[in-house]
């Protein structure tokens, strides 16, 4: 076998990692064909579908509300045949349990006391662990709830005896796992998780990560798409997985219709949802990250300091202890692992994302402008991605404010690597947009420095150091400054998130610094796929955009060492590694403060086809390592505006960190 396929077999072994080793736990929920006031065959397909729900790994499975009997029973729920069969269904399911480790959700009629109750029942390993009775019964239009049940406030007891246990008896339990770190489960059904303030917000407020809602839910035109955000709403107010699970084919069509409506989201994303108005079972499953919703708990302190204000409503919460078990959770991510984080997903709404990040940096430079009273802008365009952006943001701040273009004085200079396509791009471009272009050749300064400092490099030797690629970097931003001063202009700043994230900038006189730097906070992939969109959406003549197209579609380079022997052009990227794969590193590091085995895992998901293991790996190493070593250069970067939830390393902002912090934990943990 050659070295590149042992490789990609190690790759495939390493991705069935559990997904539970890196903070993960899997949850399903099931949607039977209902056979209505039929709790045997009911309890039959349930059993069927946990199953082989927890035989792939779930740790949590829910089912519908009234799943047992069928939400649409009406006033057959109060026949004692019924509610018998009812408890027979019941008992089937739990022992179907026995030996498993999921927590089970179903919905059942139980009748406790002189009550009749809507209630969720958490089975787990042939127990019961508790029993969740609805609290907000509703009475209009459809709905006649109130004609059948008792609402959970009206229960005299705390405990119910059920199938001759006694169980706790509330909306106030939350069932703990022992074994798997962040896993608290809380149960309410249905019109719960609708009123002003839902039981689960309580819930979260204690602790509980994985709110779930047993549903009935009839369709009805726009519906739909109002659980969606029902349910992604729900997830990112408490910081939460929300499991949502709504009644389908066989419920009683009357005078309604059932979708069988199935959504699982987490802190405001949707990972899984059921295909809608089916006639066959479905199950949805998705990994929902505990680690995420962990790490995003303990920043918001608005969120702590709620949970200051209700703590003694939140101590009367019950909490039930449970020992999961072991799970097999093995096999790919069940989630979505975008690629590029950074980069608005493809959609509906993707012209408004990509529109949204050109308003922030225009928006951005254009208040600077205006309060300082400076209307000209100096910018160094090389022809390469990040001075092509920050050129079109500066047209189109100076349009915004009722400038001419010609107030912007681009310079393009060229130094002893300069390629002749990028130095045409340059000037075909300031062209193009009507701006102020000039050309100036640093060659003769840069010559007269190396001779100043004694380089090899000034009396022609081959030797293309540090020193040679800098007093380059250094003769630009020198030269900008000054340009700026003699045309009382500001000096933007062309620099990138991804460069800043691995120190790839000449500290101090150098692309390091600017006056304002509109892409300090976009990520090299987020670059040049706004300028992809730039192009698609006919935002340019087309003179333009064929400059931009050329700008994609070239190699990264600084060009700052001229080609070998072999013609073949510096490149970024054969030195300190794929951007794409950084930006990647970069996302869940600084936005999660994942650990780097995790950062890891989760790049397998995401990049298994195009980098092996050894790779990933490889160029992690070089991430965290360059990442923790150029602090120094982000505690001095320029002003510039905020762009994404995990796009800024500003030390003003959301970056805070020492300059000499020793990176041997994170490499300690990758290894």
């Known amino acids: 076998m050659s070295a590149k396929r042992t490789a990609r077999a190690k790759t495939s072994a390493k991705a069935q990692d559990s997904a539970a080793d890196h903070g993960f736990v899997r949850v399903s929920a099931a949607v039977p064909v209902v056979s209505l006031a039929d709790p045997q065959a009911n309890a039959r397909r349930t059993v069927d579908l946990l ?53 089970v959700c179903v919905g059942v009629p139980l009748r406790i006391g002189d009550g009749l109750y809507n209630t969720a029942v958490v089975l787990h390993d042939g127990d019961i662990l508790g ?87 009839p369709v009805t035109v726009g519906k739909e798409a109002y659980r969606r955000e029902l349910s992604t709403s729900t997830s990112a107010r408490n910081v939460a997985a929300h499991v949502y699970v709504a009644s389908g084919f066989g419920e009683s069509t009357t005078d309604l219709a059932w979708d069988g409506d199935a959504l699982i989201t987490e802190n405001g994303t949707l990972l899984a949802r059921t295909t809608a108005f089916a006639t066959e079972d479905q199950t949805i499953t998705a990994d929902v990250d505990l680690d995420r919703l962990r790490q995003e708990r303990a920043r918001m302190i608005s969120l702590r300091d709620q949970v200051g204000d209700y703590a003694e409503h939140l101590r009367g919460l019950r909490r039930i202890p449970v020992t999961v078990g072991p799970r097999h959770d093995r096999g790919p991510l069940r989630r979505t692992v975008p690629r590029f984080p950074f980069v608005p997903v493809p959609g509906s709404d993707l012209d408004a994302r990509c529109r949204e990040v050109g308003n922030i940096q225009v928006q951005g430079l254009t208040q600077r402008l205006r309060s300082s009273g400076i209307e000209n802008i100096v910018i160094g365009v090389s022809g390469g991605l990040d001075s092509t952006l920050a050129l079109l943001v500066a047209v189109d701040a100076v349009d915004r404010l009722g400038l001419p273009r010609t107030n912007i004085r681009a310079y393009t200079m060229p130094g002893f690597a300069t390629g002749d396509a990028t130095l045409g791009r340059a000037l075909t471009l300031m062209e193009s947009l009507g701006v102020t272009g000039a050309e100036i050749d640093i060659r003769p300064a840069c010559r007269q420095m190396l001779a ?13 150091d540090t020193t040679f690629e800098n007093v380059q970097a250094g003769q630009r931003t020198s030269l900008l400054f000054r340009l700026a001063n003699e045309h009382n202009a500001l000096v933007l700043g062309t620099g990138d998130l991804s460069e800043l994230a691995l120190g790839w900038c000449t500290y101090g006189v150098g692309d390091q610094m600017s006056h304002y730097n509109v892409n300090g906070s976009v990520p090299k992939t987020l670059i040049r796929h706004l300028i992809t969109w730039m192009i698609t959406g006919n935002h340019y003549d087309a003179k333009t955009a064929a400059v931009l197209r050329e700008v994609v579609d070239d190699v990264i380079s600084p060009e700052l060492v001229p080609p070998g022997e072999d013609g073949a052009i510096q490149s970024t990227e054969d030195t300190v590694g794929p951007y794409e794969l950084h930006d990647f590193f970069l996302y869940y590091l600084t936005r999660y403060g994942y650990r780097p085995r995790k950062i890891a895992f989760l790049a397998r998901q995401a990049w298994s086809e195009s980098y092996d293991d050894a790779t990933i790996s490889k160029w992690l190493t070089v991430f965290l390592k360059r990442f923790m070593a150029n602090q120094f250069k982000r505690s001095a970067m320029p002003n510039g505006p905020k762009v994404g939830s995990g796009g800024s390393l500003s030390p003003r902002g959301d970056w805070r960190s020492p300059s000499d912090a020793s990176i041997a934990a994170w490499l300690q943990d990758l290894d």
């Open 452 to 464: 100043d400092i004694d380089h090899p490099a000034a009396d022609g030797e081959q030797v293309y």
């Open 51 to 103: 199953t082989a729900a927890a035989d792939d790994g779930a740790a949590v499975i829910a089912f519908p509300e009234l799943g047992l009997t069928g939400y649409s029973v009406d006033d057959l729920v109060q026949q004692d045949a019924l509610l018998d069969a009812a408890l027979t269904g019941l008992d089937t399911v739990r022992a179907a349990t026995t030996g498993r480790s999921a927590l």
């Open 131 to 217: 029993v969740v009775p609805k609290s907000y019964l509703p009475n209009y239009r459809e709905f006649y709830e109130q004609r059948l049940f008792a609402a959970a406030r009206d229960a005299p007891v705390e405990e119910a005896t059920v199938l001759g246990r006694e169980v706790p008896f509330g909306p106030d339990l939350l069932f703990e796992a022992r074994d798997v770190p962040g896993l608290v489960l809380h149960v309410e059904v249905c019109e719960d998780g609708w009123v002003p303030i839902p039981p689960s917000t309580w819930a979260a407020l204690a602790g509980a990560t994985v709110l779930v809602n047993l549903s009935g839910s």
